[in-house]
């Protein structure tokens, strides 16, 4: 089992929906988790940090459940511009690494 | 431009050939980190650098490959002997350990075909 794991979608959207998905890890001594947006061919962008409950930037919330271990990302009123695959990210200090998940592809229609 | 750069941005060789790539992280940024990520998958940690110091490496990072940040700034990753199974996207990330966050941000890469 990965240690991080991610639905790979794709998750086909309208625009202006909301669109939600889940990020499930394995190690409970995960510290902190990052969501990255990345374009194709291109780099991970940062999108927010998660450490407590939970995130809210704009249109997107990041919440945390460390019980059940997921993370989750919340996207509101979805753009064109949205469409991007979403990586999410668990940190622990020990090693001071990121272990990453394989990415939720999302798609935003007209 | 003060982020993170990468050079060269993509590297076309032949297999058994040695290719090496650098990397100049956010010039306050001490930590420096290697990823590799092919297709469809997310970025696999290979190694990271506190300073010069590379205090962690991946099982991923055979002996083929070798990596170093001698004055604590830029870095460079080095693959001898290159096999088609080295394609990949090879992507640094700095952070500073004055950031109670964490947070690492990536450069864009290298990507590199093995033929």
């Known amino acids: 089992r990965k240690e991080v794991e991610q639905d790979p979608g794709p998750f086909n959207v309208p625009e202006g929906a909301t669109v939600a998905f889940n990020c499930t890890y394995s190690?409970?001594?995960?510290?902190?988790f990052f969501w990255y947006r990345q374009d194709c061919r291109k780099e991970p962008k940062l999108l927010m940090s998660v450490y407590s409950s939970g995130n809210e930037d704009g249109r997107f919330t990041a919440q945390l459940n460390r019980a059940s271990q997921y993370i989750s990302l919340l996207i509101r009123d979805s753009k064109l511009s949205d469409s991007a695959t979403y990586l999410c990210?668990?940190?622990?200090?020990?090693?001071?690494?990121?272990?990453f998940g394989g990415g939720t592809r999302v798609l935003v229609k007209p | 431009d003060t982020g993170v750069s990468q050079d060269p941005r993509h590297k076309i060789t032949k297999r058994g050939q040695n290719v090496t790539f650098r990397c100049d992280p956010i010039s306050e940024h001490n930590r420096l980190y290697w990823y590799r990520q092919t297709l469809g998958q997310g970025p696999e940690f290979l190694t990271y650098f506190q300073n010069e110091a590379q205090l962690e490496k991946s099982r991923l990072l055979s002996d083929r490959f070798s990596a170093e940040r001698p004055k604590g700034s830029f870095s460079t990753l080095e693959i001898q002997r290159t096999e088609q199974g080295d394609s990949a996207m090879y992507l640094c990330?700095?952070?500073?350990?004055?950031?109670?966050?964490?947070?690492?941000?990536f450069g864009p890469g290298t990507r590199l075909l093995v033929l």
């Open positions: 990210a668990s940190f622990r200090a020990a090693g001071n690494k990121l272990t």
């Open positions: 190690n409970s001594a995960s510290q902190s």
């Open positions: 990330a700095s952070s500073s350990d004055r950031d109670a966050q964490e947070t690492q941000y």
